[in-house]
């Protein structure tokens, strides 16, 4: 950039509100959202919008490589969506004062400058100085282009007159509804309601994460593990193997699908239905689209183990039941860090065994940032994970749940082990035998 156009992006008022947002709690821990704003930002201002697209966002922000292609990294999308949730969040937070609002419309990445509902500061040729939004009046009034009839002053009085109290009724009304459904949606305190809250703020998203079971697929047939690194940056593809009969580019293509288990979709919908959702920030995430920053700053819920959804690598360090790959197994094992008297090192489904008994795990712990929680709903195989949801949905749970608060109401990080019989893939009578609750 030349000297010249670096003395102007700095006096400009709207790169000065780009730098104030980055430098805000929202931006300053996360590397790529900073360079994401400030990259479209810095392009749009010295009218080099012809690159702000995906293209040049993933190679300039994401380190991408050179002509790599979108259409298999969505990585700029994913972020997009992040960043979007973050201006919302400071322009209503932190830079509530701010005069200027950055907006960047979804289809797009070319961000808009927003002063009092209109663009300010357009340099490109055929822009004003100050721009009405495309959608949308502006707030400022245009001058009136006819002689205003004697009436006019009475007939503007009596509309004013309308509209104040027409919104002072329906202010009364969305009261009412709010103090009303307030009521009606407060769960009763049971140790099930108390336990699923913990997952649940006004102020902090719910992330759900299904299996990736594209992914699971891909690894049986590869007979390869995919760690995080690999899975984050779409790299598990590039060297195929596959079994004698099978083509690599089908082993390829199935692992790009995006599959999810039937145990994973009725989980994510018993969990959508509990009373202590919050609906505005309740969503779900494919495992291939989530990122970094979506589990620093959110409560985030993993069901799947390792082999399937690799985010929850990122918290086993933490656990004593940890999901491993043998040497010389095609079957994930769960090993048992300090094991206690009576327990075994290693848990691990016996195909000989007539009952086919199966393991599955229920662990929280904290998330990335320490500020909210985890969920982690794992098993050995599908029978594992269905195992370990139907404890936590059944009465049965609240003998645990009620062990895990501290005195002053905090949940305490625990993990939990499961048997079950593994009898056509479904998971009856799930029992725990062993668990470790973490004493502050």
């Known amino acids: 950039m030349a000297a010249k156009d670096r003395v102007s992006l700095e006096e400009d008022p709207r790169w000065q509100v780009a730098r104030r947002l980055v430098a805000s709690k929202g931006f300053a821990k996360s590397r790529f959202l900073t360079s994401f704003i400030l990259y479209i930002c810095e392009k749009h201002l010295l009218d080099q919008g012809d690159e702000i697209n995906e293209q040049q966002i993933g190679e300039h922000v994401f380190e991408r490589p050179q002509?790599?292609?979108?259409?298999?990294?969505?990585?700029?999308?994913?972020?997009?969506?992040?960043?979007r949730q973050r201006l919302d969040e400071y322009f209503t937070g932190d830079g509530i004062d701010e005069k200027i609002r950055i907006v960047v419309p979804r289809?797009?990445?070319?961000?808009?400058?927003?002063?009092?509902?209109?663009?300010?500061?357009?340099?490109?040729?055929?822009?004003?100085?100050?721009?009405?939004?495309?959608?949308?009046?502006?707030?400022?009034?245009?001058?009136?282009?006819?002689?205003?009839?004697?009436?006019?002053?009475?007939?503007?009085?009596?509309?004013?007159?309308?509209?104040?109290?027409?919104?002072?009724?329906?202010?009364?009304?969305?009261?009412?509804?709010?103090?009303?459904?307030?009521?009606?949606?407060?769960?009763?305190?049971?140790?099930t309601n108390r336990f699923w809250s913990v997952f649940f703020s006004p102020t902090r998203d719910t992330l759900v994460v299904p299996a990736d079971s594209g992914l699971a697929i891909y690894q049986d047939f590869s007979g390869k593990h995919t760690h995080l690194a690999e899975y984050?940056?779409?790299?598990?593809?590039?060297?195929?193997?596959?079994?004698?009969?099978?083509?690599?580019?089908?082993?390829?293509?199935?692992?790009?699908?995006?599959?999810?288990?039937?145990?994973?979709?009725?989980?994510?919908?018993?969990?959508?239905?509990?009373?202590?959702?919050?609906?505005?920030?309740?969503?779900?995430?494919?495992?291939?689209?989530?990122?970094?920053?979506?589990?620093?700053?959110?409560?985030v819920i993993l069901l799947g183990s390792l082999d399937s959804n690799p985010w929850a690598e990122l918290f086993q360090k933490d656990l004593n039941f940890q999901f491993e790959w043998p040497q010389k197994a095609n079957n994930v094992v769960i090993r048992n860090l300090h094991p206690l008297a009576g327990e075994k090192a290693y848990y691990e489904t016996n195909q000989t065994?007539?009952?086919?008994?199966?393991?599955?795990?229920?662990?929280?712990?904290?998330?990335?940032?320490?500020?909210?929680?985890v969920l982690l709903v794992e098993g050995i195989n599908m029978a594992g994970t269905e195992a370990a949801a139907d404890y936590l949905f059944s009465d049965a749970s609240a003998?645990?749940?009620?062990?895990?608060?501290?005195?002053?109401?905090?949940?305490l990080p625990f993990e939990v082990l499961l048997e079950t019989s593994n009898i056509g893939a479904n998971a009856p009578r799930p029992v725990i035998i062993s668990q470790r609750i973490a004493r502050r």
């Open 67 to 83: 002509g790599y292609n979108p259409g298999d990294d969505n990585i700029v999308r994913n972020y997009a969506r992040l960043l």
């Open 107 to 191: 289809g797009g990445y070319v961000p808009l400058f927003v002063e009092e509902g209109t663009m300010v500061g357009e340099s490109k040729p055929g822009y004003s100085a100050v721009e009405p939004l495309p959608h949308g009046p502006s707030l400022q009034e245009d001058k009136e282009p006819f002689p205003a009839s004697s009436n006019t002053p009475v007939t503007a009085a009596r509309s004013s007159w309308v509209l104040k109290a027409l919104c002072a009724v329906l202010f009364l009304a969305l009261l009412f509804v709010l103090v009303r459904d307030a009521h009606l949606v407060k769960p009763p305190q049971t140790a």
């Open 232 to 299: 984050v940056a779409g790299e598990y593809h590039k060297d195929i193997s596959a079994p004698a009969g099978i083509r690599p580019e089908i082993v390829n293509e199935l692992g790009s699908r995006r599959y999810t288990s039937v145990v994973d979709l009725n989980l994510v919908l018993s969990i959508s239905q509990l009373p202590s959702v919050v609906r505005n920030r309740f969503k779900v995430r494919y495992a291939r689209e989530v990122t970094l920053d979506d589990l620093k700053q959110s409560n």
């Open 353 to 373: 065994d007539p009952s086919h008994s199966t393991f599955g795990v229920i662990a929280v712990t904290p998330n990335l940032d320490g500020t909210g929680h």
């Open 399 to 411: 003998a645990l749940l009620n062990q895990i608060f501290d005195a002053k109401g905090n949940v």
